[in-house]
């Protein structure tokens, strides 16, 4: 595995929203949106991870949205680029934008709806390894993508990709975080992808989280990481418990729905579009959502 800088691929990197206006992109926002990481402290992000949607864009929306991620971190933060698909050619093609357009590193999620074995996801992550010389981190969500990754498979991968530098772990088995870890040591950047379990993860070893709920507390997000990173537990543990009903609220429906309506109720979306199959909240969500925010301390009079 090759050596990373030691404060590269490390901290909170929130994988931020698609934000929508009238079936498009809203490009203008969305740069917004990374201005607002800058600020906020967070130490990268992530684009056209799952929070962000990538499934209902087009190739060409997602390539856009990491330019302007590019353009506008203007090298203040990492950019993460989430290439990955279920189509391993637009995975591809993806992974190939992403090194000429200047990501700092791509996470390619294990291809979803196939299924394939796991000497299928050992050849798959093989053959993207040779096409690109970025740092890659192997997006494990079972969840969604009805696919588990062995610790052997992970092995088999890095003998012959140096630059697999590590995982996004989104799936409740914190002893896989452990067993990871023991194996290829504290180098190894494990994501927490389950926002849960960023305590805990962070304790045991993880590099760091790539948590949806950053798109609506960065700083807290990021104040947790550098809690743990500076050996201060019962700072971390305070911002665990703030943040925990955040946390559970991203998942009150399928994210980033509930997410979106918060972003817009916090202002920092104008609206919480979303393209078909996924719809916006609910009027009862809506009134559950403003409860957990108000008690957050994010909106005041809750009768606004």
Not at 195 to 200: I, T
Request: charged share 20%; glycine share 8%.
């Amino acid at each position: 595995m090759i050596r990373l800088p030691d404060n590269f691929l490390r901290g909170s990197y929130p994988p931020l929203v698609t934000p929508l206006r009238d079936g498009g992109v809203d490009y203008e926002t969305f740069a917004r949106l990374v201005e607002h990481q800058v600020r906020e402290g967070s130490h990268g992000i992530v684009v056209c991870g799952t929070t962000g949607e990538p499934s209902m864009l087009t190739t060409s929306e997602r390539m856009q949205l990491l330019e302007v991620a590019i353009e506008t971190a203007k090298g203040r933060l990492p950019v993460v680029a989430a290439t990955g698909s279920q189509s391993h050619e637009e995975t591809v093609a993806l992974t190939a934008h992403a090194d000429t357009a200047g990501a700092d590193a791509v996470l390619i999620v294990t291809p979803y709806y196939s299924k394939p074995p796991q000497r299928g996801l050992v050849e798959y992550y093989i053959d993207l390894g040779d096409r690109t010389r970025l740092p890659l981190l192997i997006y494990h969500i079972p969840g969604r993508a009805a696919v588990e990754v062995q610790l052997d498979t992970i092995e088999r991968i890095a003998e012959r990709v140096p630059h697999l530098v590590g995982i996004k772990h989104a799936v409740n088995d914190l002893a896989f975080v452990t067993r990871l870890l023991a194996r290829f040591g504290f180098g190894f950047r494990v994501f927490v992808g389950l926002e849960e379990l960023s305590l805990p993860m962070l304790a045991v070893g993880a590099a760091g989280m790539m948590n949806a709920v950053g798109n609506l507390a960065p700083r807290r997000v990021a104040e947790m990481y550098a809690s743990v990173a500076r050996g201060d537990l019962a700072a971390a543990r305070q911002l665990h418990f703030e943040l925990f009903e955040l946390n559970q609220a991203i998942f009150f429906d399928t994210n980033p729905i509930p997410l979106k309506y918060m972003m817009k109720r916090v202002g920092l979306l104008a609206r919480n579009e979303h393209r078909l199959p996924m719809v916006s909240a609910t009027t009862e969500l809506q009134t559950r959502l403003d409860a957990v925010l108000g008690r957050a301390g994010l909106i005041g009079d809750l009768a606004e």
